[in-house]
């Protein structure tokens, strides 16, 4: 499998909607899906075809097999020149009450899993409000920090993108004149930032066998202009420009992330320690990692949805064979997802979704056993409609190393 990454430069409003299941009011998403991205491409391929879709043909493989390309959510950038990975802040991370955010704006993120780990074993309770002395963060409470945050050196930074209202009038069909008392209003994603009126632009991936690479890439390339994406795009929005970048291979960070997740945690059971001592030492030949998701998840077991990725499920979704496998904590919570179809002209089935940002620690005494599953994790994701966008996850989010005394 090979990545083509991919660049949109908003250049109008974008209507990608978010409605939940039976209310009446016109939600705009915060980013852009990836199923929206796989419509936008998936119809212009259609629109230029002049022949009809078969089985086997490079359409079939690209949407409609077994192992079609996966589409990933594209996220908004931060205002860096440097664009950098866009990642989901976990929700284990916290922020200042009176000041949230990432430093020097505000007093600074960090993230609690670790400690909370170590807290519930030596049979503390983790107090997350107390006192940090040394920073801005003293004397502060603090509460969840979510949303998208790149990070470039050693600087970090939340990336968001905002939203605003369009005022419309309804057209009369017979007379082509507005309609008296007939007014509505749709919620987009702003083409432009606020303060500097620069583009918004997003950074998306397509997944795809090595041998539709490079007619994907050449279509998206010459065609970069010609993309909608969202709704109401007869009335002038969703407007884009799609830059694609080939990459020549999926390079993998797992090991060394894992390596400095494990080091970090040992290091901190250490100083927790030397505080509390009842409590027995970490196993030596035990290996802890986390799966962050990087995207809502659609997750399954036993034919009912639940939002706790289990060790049954991890092994069946991997194909490891684990008896040591063992899962301490999931911090996950649920939304609705549904969309609209169309190539059927219907709507998509309400989906129960585990929301992103949700982190599942496990560990195992088999590392080696693992590290290929997690890596094929990384690439393919967990759940279901995977292609869509779904699933997108992380084993050991950097976030996870950056304690409270150290608030970011």
């Known amino acids: 499998m090979k990545k083509i990454?991919?660049?949109?430069?908003?250049?109008?409003?974008?209507?990608?909607?978010?409605?939940?299941p039976g209310g009446n009011i016109s939600e705009a998403e915060t980013f852009i899906p990836g199923s929206v991205i796989r419509g936008a491409v998936a119809g212009q391929i259609l629109k230029e075809a002049n022949q009809q879709i078969e089985e086997g043909d490079d359409f079939h493989k690209l949407f409609l097999s077994e192992n079609?390309?996966?589409?990933?959510?594209?996220?908004?950038?931060?205002d860096d020149k440097v664009k950098s990975e866009v990642k989901v802040i976990p929700t284990t991370a916290l922020s200042s009450k009176i000041e949230p955010g990432f430093k020097p704006k505000g007093h600074g993120v960090f993230d609690t899993l670790i400690d909370r780990f170590c807290a519930e074993?030596?049979?503390?309770?983790?107090d997350f409000n107390s006192p940090v002395k040394g920073n801005e963060l003293e004397g502060d409470r603090v509460d969840?920090?979510?949303?998208?945050?790149?990070?470039?050196?050693?600087?970090?930074s939340k990336n968001s993108a905002n939203s605003r209202l369009l005022t419309r009038v309804g057209i009369n069909r017979r007379r082509a004149t507005s309609e008296e008392r007939v007014l509505y209003s749709i919620k987009v994603l702003n083409e432009s930032k606020e303060q500097k009126k620069q583009p918004v632009i997003y950074t998306s991936a397509i997944v795809v066998s090595d041998d539709l690479v490079d007619s994907l890439h050449t279509f998206i390339d010459n065609h970069q202009d010609n993309f909608r994406l969202g709704g109401s795009s007869s009335r002038g929005l969703g407007k884009v420009k799609i830059t694609a970048?080939?990459?020549?291979?999926?390079?993998?960070?797992?090991?060394n992330q894992i390596n400095q997740f494990n080091q970090k945690l040992r290091i901190r059971w250490n100083e927790w320690g030397n505080i509390f001592s009842n409590a027995s030492e970490l196993p030596s030949n035990r290996i802890y990692f986390t799966i962050d998701l990087q995207a809502d998840a659609i997750l399954t077991e036993n034919w009912r949805r639940t939002t706790v990725i289990s060790e049954t499920m991890l092994q069946q979704v991997t194909g490891v064979n684990d008896s040591s496998l063992q899962l301490y904590t999931a911090y996950s919570s649920y939304d609705y997802r549904s969309g609209w179809n169309a190539a059927w002209g219907l709507m998509k089935d309400v989906e129960l979704v585990t929301n992103r940002g949700s982190v599942y620690?496990?560990?195992?005494?088999?590392?080696?056993?693992?590290?290929k599953a997690w890596e094929d994790l990384e690439i393919y994701g967990i759940g279901?409609?995977?292609?869509?966008?779904f699933g997108q996850v992380q084993i050991c989010n950097e976030f996870h190393n950056v304690f409270?005394?150290?608030a970011v």
């Open 5 to 20: 990454n991919l660049e949109i430069k908003a250049l109008s409003p974008l209507a990608i909607g978010r409605q939940k």
């Open 68 to 78: 079609p390309a996966i589409f990933k959510n594209a996220y908004p950038t931060g």
């Open 121 to 126: 074993n030596f049979g503390q309770i983790y």
């Open 144 to 156: 969840s920090f979510l949303g998208f945050y790149s990070q470039n050196t050693s600087k970090y």
């Open 245 to 255: 970048k080939k990459q020549s291979d999926i390079k993998s960070n797992v090991d």
């Open 361 to 371: 620690l496990f560990s195992t005494e088999n590392k080696d056993l693992w590290l």
């Open 384 to 389: 279901d409609r995977t292609s869509e966008g």
């Open 404 to 406: 409270q005394e150290e």
